[in-house]
């Protein structure tokens, strides 16, 4: 099997996958936790605006799972490749299908438009599988990726919100006690003044008695 075949099932023209699909500038909006400051914040893309492209990886790995559900016997796949191979020798698609389908009739008896269609029907619910599974593994990698981080940043503006309470409590207590020490360091400094002077008072008393002492009795 050619290594672009299956791929060239989903673009009928192979020269169309080559095609830049553009993606308009999105609309964008930026949500801010009310509580968060000085964070640099990633923009958010609207998911109405986004224009999804073919992701290549992707659809060889899609391709692949189409590939491994090759079937004995005629099916739409082995049809399809009998189709395409006529492209260089008959321009006109609807004759490529006809020649294609004869061909094949005659040398596979029980081959019919029936096992054709039926073929397809599958190929389509075994895309479809492919699409849950992968939608469901994508929201899982979403409520890691998105939701619980959603939740750890509602927790931690908060905890900002308790911070900023007890910065608050605590710059109030700092401006409060510092004004009590000032005043009590004033108060103290007072105090030592006035204890100073009062026994300078006395002691100046005394000196001066004691040296009358001396001096007056004999």
Known sequence: MAKN?????????????KKDVSTPEPARTVSTPPTVTNIPLQEEIDPSTIFGKVDQN???KLCAVLDAQNKEGIDYLKFKKSVDSLRDFQPDESA???TAFITLKATHPDFSKEAILKTIDEYIRLMEQERSVGLEQLN????????????????AA????TLKDEINKLSTFIAETNGEIIQRRNDYALQEAN????VNKIVDQLK???NK????IK
Not at 5 to 17: C, G, H, Q
Not at 158 to 161: C, I, L, S
Not at 195 to 198: G, K
């Open 5 to 17: 075949w299956l791929r060239n099932l989903i673009f009928e023209d192979p020269e169309e996958e």
């Open 58 to 60: 992707l659809l060889n």
């Open 96 to 98: 490529r299908f006809t």
């Open 140 to 155: 899982e990698l979403r409520k890691k990726g998105v939701d619980q981080k959603e939740k750890e940043i509602i927790d």
């Open 158 to 161: 908060k905890r900002v919100e």
């Open 195 to 198: 204890f100073n002077v009062t």
């Open 208 to 210: 001066g008695d004691r």
């Open 213 to 216: 002492i001396e001096t007056i």
